[in-house]
């Protein structure tokens, strides 16, 4: 099972032996890429394959400080008053105290004030809870984040504090070979290779068209790849893949309209000849 997971991550080599790199050297590491690109699996695979253990956490906009760091128990406190038997470590004092990996997907969705707490963690491994004193971070921990470009709309920009502290991979989408081998590693011999090669070409396609502001991920690619596991067709399967996945510049155009012309035009016998309709 082991292998068969480290096989999981296809290409990625420069970027695994940046991550690889950093983390040895104790240093705190933030991936950068568009929606679907890979950054979770990246840091996920990554970290198998060097054979750390860490410690995730998920970020959105309810998180909480002491959610991060940790609280002291009221009952406890009440018992037997603010010993260090009476806090319950979060994941930031989990990961510092065990010398851990603290991997914090999403780091943007976090409130303000849980990102300022990462502060002097990262820079001075070095973290005062009230009433607890002071933490100090044991060797091997560091922080990996991963988050989507400023353009995103849904997110906020990390302060120029924290992002002072990190050092930065941005993930771009992998070349076409590479993408195809992810399909085929996620649908095997279930798809038929040329409508594999017609869905790379598609995702490809919907990057680079004018009328798209963003195209489709490897995510989307592995979605219409799942639903042709179906008898549904070839144009169905991506209409309803791709629709709410990709985003037009002027939000008149329909993405069904743009998307049925980009099929004629990137997969032309994929439409007429492999698929019948009922
Ligand atoms: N290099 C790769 N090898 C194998 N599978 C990959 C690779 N890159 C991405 N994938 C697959 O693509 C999908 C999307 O990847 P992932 O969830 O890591 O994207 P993300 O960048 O974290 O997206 P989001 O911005 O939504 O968090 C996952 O199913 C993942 O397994
Ligand atoms: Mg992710």
Known sequence: VASEKQNLLVGRERELDQLRKTIQLGRSLLIEGPVGVGKTHLVREALVRVGLKAIRVDGDSRYTEQKLTGWFDPPLVLKQGYRAESFIPGPLVEAMTGGKILFINELNRMPEGVQNILLPALDEHLLQIPHLGEVKAKKGFAVIGTQNPREFTATHALAEALLDRFELIRLGYQ??????????????????????????????????????????????????????????????????????????????????????????????HAQKKNETRP
């Open 175 to 268: 070349g076409e070979q590479e993408e195809r081998a992810i399909l085929a590693g996620q649908v095997g011999s279930k798809l038929a290779d040329p409508k594999l090669d017609s869905v790379v070409r598609l995702i490809r396609a919907t990057r680079s068209h004018p009328a798209i502001k963003r195209g489709a991920s490897i995510r989307a690619g592995l979605a219409i790849c799942d639903l042709l596991r179906s008898d549904l067709d070839f144009e169905t399967a991506c209409l309803m893949a791709l629709s709410a996945r990709i985003e037009m510049v002027s939000p008149d155009d329909d993405p069904a309209t743009i998307l049925k012309d980009l099929l004629a035009q990137v997969v032309p």
